[in-house]
C-alpha cells in the first residue's frame, strides 16, 4: 500500500501537466500551497516587527528619552486657616460648607457688646488724661508767671537796699559832722544824739532791706522748683495720655477683630464653628482653600534629576479624571529631598547601611484654565511627566 502511495504521487505533477486545457481555469483557481501561504505571513509578521520597531526606537529617542515620570505626585495649596483673636460667643455665621468666598468678606461675628464697652471705657480713661494733662499745663504757667513776678519783687527789693544803703550812708556822715561839730561846741549834744539815731535806723533798715531781698531771692528758687516740678508732672500726663491712647486703639482694635474676615480668595472647608458657640482666642474656627491657586508638588528620584530645570513643560494626568492632562512647567526644585525635611530624619551613619534613592519635590505651577475650572483640589493624586527636552 505504501509503494501504491508513492507512485501515485510522483505521477500526479504528470497527471496535472496531462489535463485538458478545459480545466485549466479550475487549476488556476486552485489554494497556494501551504509554504508558500507560510511565508508569506511570516513576511508580513517580519516586516511589521520592521516597522513597530522603528517607529518605537524613533518614539524612545524623540520623545520618551527625554521624559521623566513619577506617580508620587499630589495637588497641594497654600491653605489657610482661619482663628478667632478674641474670645466671644458666635453671633452670626455668615458662611456654610465648601462655599466660595472672596479675600475681605465676612465669614463671621463675634457678640461685641463687651468689646463695645472697653472702647467705651478707654474713651473716658483717655478724656481724663486730656483734662489733668491741661490742669498741669495751667499749673506749670502759673508756677512760671509767680516765677517772672517774683523776679520783679527781687528787682524792688535790690532797689529799696539800694536806697536803704544811700540812706545809711548819708546818715553816717552826718553822725560823722555833727560829732565834730559838737566836739567844737557848734551843736547841742541833744542834736547829735538825735543825728545818731537817725544813722542807727538807717543801718538797721539796710539789714531789713538785706533780709528781704535774700528771701525774695529763696522765694524764686521755690517758685522755680515748683516750676520744675510742674514740669515733670506735664512729662507724666503726656505719657499717661499716650497710655490712655493706646488702650483705646487696643480696644476699637478688639472691636474690630468681632468681624472675621476672609483673608484670601478661596472656598471654605474644614469649618468647625457653630453660631452661638464660645470661641477662644487663637482658636482655629475653618479653613479657606484657594483652589485657584493650586499647584503640584511631584516627588522624583534623584537619578531623575540630571536634566531636569525650571521653566520646562510638565504633562499632568490626574487619577480622579482618567482621559484628563493638563499643563504646567516646572517653578523650582526643593533646596534638600524630603527626608532631610522630615521630623526625624534618617541617619546613615549608624547600624547597618542600605542605600535607598532619594527623592526631591519638585513644585509645579499649573496653567490657568485648569485652575479656574476647580478640578484640582488639593490632596488629589496625579502622575506628573516632565519634558526635559525643551
Do not use: C
Not at 490742669?135 to 512760671?144: C, E, F, H, M, V
Not at 533798715?205 to 522765694?219: I, S
Amino acid at each position: 500500500m505504501a509503494e501504491l502511495a508513492l507512485i501515485s504521487r510522483n505521477d500526479e505533477p504528470q497527471a496535472r501537466k496531462k489535463a485538458p486545457a478545459g480545466d485549466a481555469g479550475i487549476a488556476a483557481d486552485a489554494p497556494p500551497a501551504p509554504g508558500r501561504k507560510k511565508k508569506r505571513i511570516l513576511g508580513i509578521l517580519g516586516a511589521a516587527l520592521l516597522l513597530g520597531g522603528a517607529g518605537f526606537g524613533y518614539q524612545y529617542t524623540t520623545v520618551w528619552a527625554h521624559q521623566e515620570t513619577t506617580d508620587n505626585a499630589y495637588v497641594r495649596a497654600d491653605i489657610t486657616p482661619v482663628a478667632a483673636k478674641v474670645e466671644g460667643y458666635v453671633a452670626k455665621l455668615m458662611v456654610t460648607d465648601n462655599q466660595r468666598v472672596q479675600a475681605g468678606d465676612v465669614l463671621m461675628i463675634i457678640d461685641a457688646a463687651d468689646y463695645e464697652a472697653k472702647v467705651a471705657r478707654a474713651e473716658a480713661d483717655l478724656a481724663a488724661a486730656r483734662a489733668n494733662l491741661r490742669t498741669l499745663a495751667a499749673a506749670r504757667q502759673s508756677a512760671s508767671a509767680q516765677v517772672g513776678a517774683q523776679g520783679g519783687a527781687i528787682n524792688q527789693a535790690s532797689a529799696q537796699l539800694a536806697a536803704m544803703r544811700a540812706s545809711a550812708a548819708r546818715a553816717l556822715a552826718d553822725e560823722s559832722r555833727f560829732a565834730e561839730l559838737a566836739r567844737r561846741g557848734w551843736t547841742t549834744k541833744a542834736r547829735l544824739d538825735q543825728v545818731r539815731a537817725e544813722a542807727r535806723s538807717a543801718q538797721a533798715q539796710v539789714a531789713a532791706a538785706e533780709a528781704a531781698v535774700t528771701a525774695q531771692r529763696g522765694q524764686s528758687g521755690a517758685l522755680v522748683a515748683n516750676t520744675a516740678g510742674a514740669a515733670a508732672n506735664i512729662a507724666a500726663g503726656e505719657a499717661q495720655v499716650q497710655a490712655a491712647e493706646a488702650a483705646l486703639r487696643q480696644a476699637k482694635i478688639d472691636l474690630e477683630r468681632t468681624v472675621i474676615r476672609a483673608p484670601v480668595s478661596g472656598v471654605v472647608g474644614n469649618r468647625g464653628v457653630r453660631e452661638g458657640q464660645l470661641v477662644k482666642s487663637g482658636q482655629q474656627l475653618l479653613a479657606v482653600v484657594p483652589v485657584e491657586q493650586a499647584y503640584v508638588v511631584a516627588n522624583f528620584k534623584e537619578t531623575q534629576l540630571e536634566k531636569m530645570q525650571v521653566g520646562q513643560p510638565v504633562d499632568i494626568a490626574l487619577d480622579a479624571y482618567p482621559g484628563l492632562t493638563v499643563r504646567g512647567r516646572i517653578e523650582s526644585l526643593a533646596p534638600a529631598s524630603g527626608a532631610q525635611f522630615a521630623l526625624i530624619p534618617t541617619d546613615s551613619a549608624t547600624g547597618n547601611f542600605t542605600k535607598i534613592v532619594q527623592r526631591v519635590p519638585v513644585k509645579i505651577v499649573v496653567e490657568k484654565g485648569a485652575l479656574g475650572s476647580q478640578l484640582l483640589r488639593p490632596g488629589l493624586s496625579v502622575e506628573a511627566t516632565v519634558n526635559t527636552k525643551d
